[in-house]
């Protein structure tokens, strides 16, 4: 029955006797070596079956040999860490907060904790670098809404702004166009008042009449210079920082809805020792009192 395989006529090899409209497939074995390693390979496989976790099966895995867990390891190196830690957490722990920065190597405990830490929990709001935006207060600058004092930025923290939490920060500016507290005339003077507070261009005639307003209906909450009050969280007027704008329509707009930020609590959410390090970040990061 079997032919003679025949000769290729060009190279003088072996067919394998297939052939596709003329072409005919040249007999060809796979190079030793190559076989070899495949073999290899698959001895390889085995072994690694038999001493390391591999197949599925109904209610868990083979285990292997070995008993190696990728899960047990990473469980074990995060207790070392947190072992590794544990001294200088307990010191935070411990620590006053103004007297973190008298220890070199605590402060820098704490503010590498702190600065990971504001990034997952702050940053989506305060910006990468804590640069703020436009109704997010910038935390590198020395100018505070509720305090710059390591303690008060840390009770900031703590209770949140405007928040469900009892004990929480809160103050409201009053709507004053909103709930017609002040005609459109009054809060178009004051907006010139607050233009002239901060320095800017204005009309001295309208900021005058302003001034009147002001004394009797803001100077309460922002001071009678209009440096503001860190008790009620009621921002300077004089200087150029702005939380929501020091244009003439951004100034009207607050007057006309008021305005009252809120920021999470976080003392539920956050442990003592996180709270303390990412205090101890924010007041290192330029601006803290
Ligand atoms: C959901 C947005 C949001 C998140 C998240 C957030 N904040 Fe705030 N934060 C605000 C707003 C808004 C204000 C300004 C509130 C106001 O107008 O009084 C503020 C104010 C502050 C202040 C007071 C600034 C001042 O001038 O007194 C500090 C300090 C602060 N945040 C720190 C943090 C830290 C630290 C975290 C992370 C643990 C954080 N914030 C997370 C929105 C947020
Ligand atoms: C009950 C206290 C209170 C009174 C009264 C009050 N304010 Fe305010 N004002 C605040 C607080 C608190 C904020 C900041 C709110 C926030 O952080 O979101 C604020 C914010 C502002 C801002 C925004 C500042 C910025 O940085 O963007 C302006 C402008 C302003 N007030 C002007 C006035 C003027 C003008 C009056 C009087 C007509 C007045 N306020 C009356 C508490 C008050």
């Known amino acids: 029955m079997s032919k003679r395989p025949e000769l290729d006529a060009v190279t003088g090899v072996e067919t394998t006797g297939h052939e596709w409209d003329g072409i005919k497939e040249l007999n060809k074995p796979l190079p030793r070596w190559w076989l070899n390693t495949f073999y290899v390979c698959i001895l390889w496989a085995v072994g690694y079956w038999m001493v390391y976790p591999a197949w599925p099966t109904l209610n868990g895995y083979t285990p292997g040999l070995l008993g190696y867990s990728q899960r047990e390891t990473l469980a074990r190196e995060a207790k070392a860490a947190t072992q590794a830690q544990g001294?200088?957490?307990?010191?935070?722990?411990?620590?006053?907060?103004?007297d973190v920065r008298n220890n070199p190597e605590l402060l820098?405990?704490?503010?590498?904790?702190g600065t990971s830490s504001f990034q997952t929990n702050c940053a989506p709001c305060h910006g990468r670098g804590a640069q703020g935006a436009v109704g997010y207060p910038n935390l590198n600058?020395?100018?505070w809404l509720w305090?710059?004092?390591?303690?008060d930025i840390h009770k900031t923290i703590e209770v949140g702004i405007r928040t469900?939490?009892?004990n929480t920060r809160l103050s409201q500016m009053p709507r004053f166009g909103v709930d017609k507290l002040l005609s459109p005339e009054e809060i178009a003077v004051s907006a010139e008042f607050v233009l002239a507070l901060s320095g800017q261009a204005h009309d001295a005639a309208a900021a005058a009449k302003g001034g009147q307003i002001y004394s009797e209906q803001c100077a309460a909450c922002h001071g009678e210079t209009g440096k503001g009050n860190s008790e009620l969280g009621s921002p300077n007027l004089t200087d150029r920082i702005w939380l929501y704008g020091g244009s003439k329509p951004e100034i009207t707009e607050s007057i006309q809805t008021g305005r009252g930020g809120m920021m999470p609590a976080w003392a539920r959410r956050l442990d003592p020792v996180t709270m303390k390090a990412?205090?101890?970040y924010v007041h290192n990061l330029g601006g803290g009192k």
């Open 278 to 280: 990412i205090a101890v």
């Open 141 to 143: 600058d020395d100018d």
């Open 87 to 98: 001294g200088l957490r307990d010191l935070l722990a411990r620590t006053p907060l103004a």
């Open 164 to 166: 469900e939490q009892t």
């Open 108 to 113: 820098r405990f704490a503010t590498a904790g």
């Open 147 to 151: 305090g710059g004092s390591v303690e």
